[in-house]
């Protein structure tokens, strides 16, 4: 007769116990697929700007590509994997949060977009977290931008991940 010399650490779970795990193991297979999904997604080059439509510094463009929502925004001073363009410098991020993946609204008069389900800001600017709030510290999915030959100005791939 053989006797388990390790005693059991786990208690047994009852119904309800058993079906929470479950589910939050379902929910967080399910949004990492998705997030992987847009994140190793292959690009195909889309253009976002036409050679009229450079924005000035503060402003914005959304959009989406496919089922992702992105946001161009014009900036005043240089930011890191940025396009120069007449003294204003264009970043592309996804507007994906990166805690739960809900979109983010619009910018508001600070800069700074907002998720509605938990209320975490990030910098338009730089696509960092920011504000009192603290469910991430993934910055948003940047993106690269690209001029054409047109000047019409191009999205062609990913420059960082959350």
Same mark, same amino acid.
């Given at each position: 007769m053989s006797k388990n010399l390790i005693p059991s650490l786990e208690k047994p779970l009852d119904r309800r116990d058993f079906l929470k795990? $479950? @589910?939050? *193991? !379902?929910? !967080? &297979? =399910?949004? %990492? @697929? $998705? *997030?992987? =999904?847009? #994140?190793? %997604? &292959?690009l195909e080059p889309f253009q976002v700007l =036409? #050679?009229?439509? $450079?924005p000035q510094s503060g402003q914005y463009k959304l959009f989406k590509i496919g089922r992702t929502p992105i946001i161009i925004y014009a %900036?005043? &001073?240089?930011v890191p994997d940025s396009l120069a363009r007449d003294n204003v410098w264009l970043v592309a991020y996804s507007r994906r949060c990166t805690h739960r993946g809900s979109t983010l609204r619009e910018p508001n008069a600070s800069g700074v977009m907002h998720c509605p389900d938990h209320r975490q800001d990030f910098d338009t600017k730089t696509g960092i977290p920011v504000g009192p709030v603290h469910r991430t510290n993934k910055p948003l999915t940047q993106f690269k931008l690209e001029t054409r030959a047109d000047n019409s100005v191009w999205l062609t791939d990913v420059v960082r991940t959350s």
């Amino acid at each position: 007769m053989s006797k388990n010399l390790i005693p059991s650490l786990e208690k047994p779970l009852d119904r309800r116990d058993f079906l929470k795990v $479950l @589910g939050c *193991i !379902a929910c !967080a &297979t =399910a949004f %990492s @697929g $998705l *997030i992987e =999904a847009e #994140a190793q %997604s &292959t690009l195909e080059p889309f253009q976002v700007l =036409a #050679a009229d439509e $450079l924005p000035q510094s503060g402003q914005y463009k959304l959009f989406k590509i496919g089922r992702t929502p992105i946001i161009i925004y014009a %900036s005043d &001073t240089e930011v890191p994997d940025s396009l120069a363009r007449d003294n204003v410098w264009l970043v592309a991020y996804s507007r994906r949060c990166t805690h739960r993946g809900s979109t983010l609204r619009e910018p508001n008069a600070s800069g700074v977009m907002h998720c509605p389900d938990h209320r975490q800001d990030f910098d338009t600017k730089t696509g960092i977290p920011v504000g009192p709030v603290h469910r991430t510290n993934k910055p948003l999915t940047q993106f690269k931008l690209e001029t054409r030959a047109d000047n019409s100005v191009w999205l062609t791939d990913v420059v960082r991940t959350s």
